[in-house]
């Protein structure tokens, strides 16, 4: 295609006339259909375009057209996919969720909380605290309660009845149901009781908080 100096400016005024504000510089299919219009509008009647050029850029235009609309499409696709995986977190409610850890850190001279799950009423049990290298530094009685999540308070003294040291401890539980089997649980592992969104996030109410599903390890 000829298209002259005179020609070429005439052709880029039109193409963006109305167009004021772009700031990226981006072009869309409909820009470009403008571009193809005004080169046909302003081609030089003794040497016009050739036919095959114009097939080559219709054909680059429906390329760009579909490739707009795949995008589209995926993009919706996308968001669907996120919010069926969002809410497919609702169906956990009931089940339980292991936090991956039976772990408390505790600070010398203070008192500690954590909550233990019990699945089945409790005859009597108790609840005990180890340390890194397993040996028993506290041991809390249960009591008989019905099954549910439990709150207890360790004042931060072990079984001698001095302070125990700042560290990290470990929080298990043996207990005997109303059938009188023995059984076992641990602090970390919950029912979920609800799910909450929030900005996109799926939290699971475990206890008395609120957790985000990634720090979830195990749902059963």
Do not use: C
């Not at 302003?42 to 490739?67: G, N």
């Not at 969002?86 to 203070?110: R, V």
């Amino acid at each position: 295609m000829a298209i002259d100096a005179t020609g070429n400016n005439a052709a880029l005024s039109a193409a963006t006339a109305g167009k004021t504000n772009n700031p990226k510089g981006v072009l869309g299919k409909d820009d470009f259909m403008k571009l193809l219009l005004v080169q046909l509008q302003y081609q030089d009647p003794t040497d016009p375009m050739d036919s095959e050029k114009i097939l080559t850029q219709t054909s680059q235009l429906a390329s760009l057209e579909s490739a707009d609309n795949t995008k589209v499409a995926l993009e919706k696709l996308s968001a669907s996919l996120g919010n069926a995986q969002q809410f497919s977190t609702i169906s956990a409610i009931g089940k339980t969720a292991d936090l991956g850890s039976d772990a408390i850190a505790h600070d010398k001279g203070k008192p500690t909380t954590f909550e233990v799950y019990f699945p089945k009423d409790v005859q009597q049990g108790s609840v005990v605290i180890t340390d890194a290298n397993g040996k028993t530094i506290k041991t809390l009685d249960v009591g008989t309660n019905k099954a549910g999540v439990y709150k207890f308070d360790w004042d931060g003294s072990n079984n001698s009845g001095t302070e125990a040291s700042s560290a990290v401890y470990h929080v298990n539980a043996t207990y005997t149901d109303t059938n009188g089997d023995k059984l076992k649980t641990r602090l970390g592992a919950y029912p979920i009781e609800a799910v909450r969104f929030e900005k996109g996030v799926a939290l699971l109410k475990v206890g008395s908080n609120y957790v985000p599903l990634k720090n979830i390890k195990e749902v059963y």
